[in-house]
């Protein structure tokens, strides 16, 4: 199956300033989220949100999702020198897969 | 500490040669997953595992084996049937929850010499 796509594919940005950015997929979903990669390391769970929900909020983050767009967006606030790193949103179909986007790099500037 | 371990961290492949990455969970979940990332790419779902003793092909499982005899172990082979393995290579675990949310190894790193 072919991946979601990921806008930007990188993305650079001063510390304290908003990162956002925006992931499409192709099917129905279960629910959609966002991963985060550290060079060179596994990825972590951040966020999830539900095909039924439109907005969702921790910490820092804000994730969006239109289901009629197949589309979703992540929002960094504040953005720290720790935020640097790939972001990856991955589609939940009702089985047990995760269809993952190619990545938005991010590095945030001190 | 729960976690999921992977191992090792480095390996190199000879041609024509087989080489087996290692994946060991202690969450006591039922799922395990194979994922390839190629570099500045997303991740790509090699084979996965619901329950001991079944396992599926994802969507690039050509060249790969796996399997599955025990919950806490979903090990990888990389035959000599792939013929570009170069890659970093990711395990994950989730409960089967509903939720899909994984757990992620920290990766090997294969290369061919």
């Known amino acids: 199956s072919q991946q979601g796509e990921e806008d930007p594919q990188a993305l650079s940005i001063q510390e304290g300033e908003n990162a956002t950015m925006n992931c499409s997929y192709k099917t129905s979903i279960n629910n959609l989220q966002w991963y985060r990669q550290n060079s060179g390391r596994g990825l972590v769970h951040l966020i999830l949100i539900r095909s039924n929900e439109r907005e969702k909020h921790s910490g820092r983050l804000r994730v969006t999702l239109d289901t009629s767009k197949k589309s979703s967006s992540l929002l960094i606030t504040a953005s720290r020198a720790a935020d640097t790193a790939s972001y990856f949103c991955?589609?939940?179909?009702?089985?047990?897969?995760?269809?993952f986007g190619g990545g938005t790099r991010v590095l945030v500037k001190p | 500490d729960g976690g999921i371990t992977q191992s090792p961290k480095y390996l190199f492949r000879k041609e024509g040669q087989n080489v087996t990455l290692s994946c060991e969970q202690n969450?006591?979940?039922?799922?395990m997953y194979w994922y390839r990332q190629d570099p500045g790419q997303g991740l790509r779902l090699i084979y996965y595992s619901q329950i001991v003793n079944d396992f599926q092909k994802g969507d690039i499982a050509e060249g790969y084996s796996v399997s599955r005899e025990k919950k806490e172990s979903f090990p990888l082979t990389v035959t000599s049937a792939q013929k570009n393995p170069t890659a970093f290579y990711l395990c994950?675990?989730?409960?089967?929850?509903?939720?899909?949310?994984?757990?992620f190894g920290a990766g090997t790193r294969l290369s061919v010499l």
């Open positions: 969450l006591n979940h039922d799922a």
């Open positions: 994950a675990s989730s409960t089967r929850d509903g939720t899909n949310i994984q757990y």
């Open positions: 991955a589609s939940a179909d009702w089985g047990n897969k995760l269809t």
